[in-house]
């Protein structure tokens, strides 16, 4: 099946710093990606939704300038989490859909962790 | 307003039982269901998939119904292993928009 490769899966950085997620799809062309969010025992909630070589589409309540999307090819996506504070700390998950209606194909997640 | 529930938050079985999750929505009009399958620490998992027009999807010891009348999607896993032990989210997406709408999950044990 489709895969999506997510890295880093781990990070712990200092607060204010700023961190860079990778979202790759190996085997097909993601024309859009999705960035979720996901607090302990909680459900994944959308942050946003990037089509390839546009501007991603925030959900409401997301800061654009705190969470920097950039989709720049039909296999990558980045989050950028910019200036992260500890509020920030969550398991953040991408996935890629190929625009035949088929299911979304997820990563497996990074923990980030902002002491 | 909407809501997309799972009313378990857990549910402990015994193996070789069948494990029935329930996933009610409400306000949504989705054009179709959607179960994964989530382990601690990984990404959702994709299971199946139930359009509005269906009223039951099977895939080995898998089964999904989904009621409009109701708004309801049951998830049943029969002959259930440890090895199901998981946490199983629904989500569904609507007949306007692309993106996904989860529930907040159940955490299903099955005991030896």
């Known amino acids: 099946g489709a895969v999506v490769s997510q890295h880093p899966s781990r990070v712990i950085c200092k607060s204010g710093t700023s961190v860079k997620i990778e979202c790759r799809s190996l085997?097909?062309?993601?024309?859009?990606m999705f960035w979720y969010r996901q607090f302990p025992k909680q459900s994944l909630m959308l942050m946003a939704t990037s089509n390839e070589g546009s501007k991603a589409t925030y959900e409401q309540g997301v800061e654009k300038d705190k969470f920097l999307i950039n989709h720049a090819s039909l296999t990558l996506s980045t989050l950028t989490v910019t200036s992260a504070h500890p509020e920030d700390s969550s398991f953040y998950i991408c996935?890629?859909?190929?625009?035949?209606?088929?299911?979304?194909?997820f990563g497996d997640g990074t923990r980030l962790s902002i002491l | 307003s909407q809501k997309i529930e799972q009313n378990s938050e857990a549910l402990n079985i015994q193996e070789g039982k069948t494990a029935t999750l329930t996933c009610n929505y409400t306000?949504?009009?989705?054009?179709?269901l959607q179960w994964y399958r989530q382990d601690p620490g990984r990404g959702p998992v994709f299971l199946l998939l139930i359009r509005e027009n269906e009223k039951e999807k099977r895939k080995e010891r898998l089964k999904v119904t989904f009621d409009t009348t109701l708004k309801q999607s049951l998830f049943h896993i029969t002959a259930s292993q440890p090895a199901d032990s998981a946490t199983y989210l629904c989500?569904?997406?609507?007949?306007?928009?692309?993106?996904?709408?989860f529930g907040s999950g159940t955490r299903l044990s099955i005991r030896p």
């Open positions: 996935s890629g859909e190929d625009g035949t209606n088929q299911p979304q194909h």
């Open positions: 989500a569904l997406v609507t007949s306007s928009a692309s993106k996904i709408i």
């Open positions: 085997d097909f062309q993601a024309t859009t």
């Open positions: 306000n949504y009009s989705p054009a179709y």
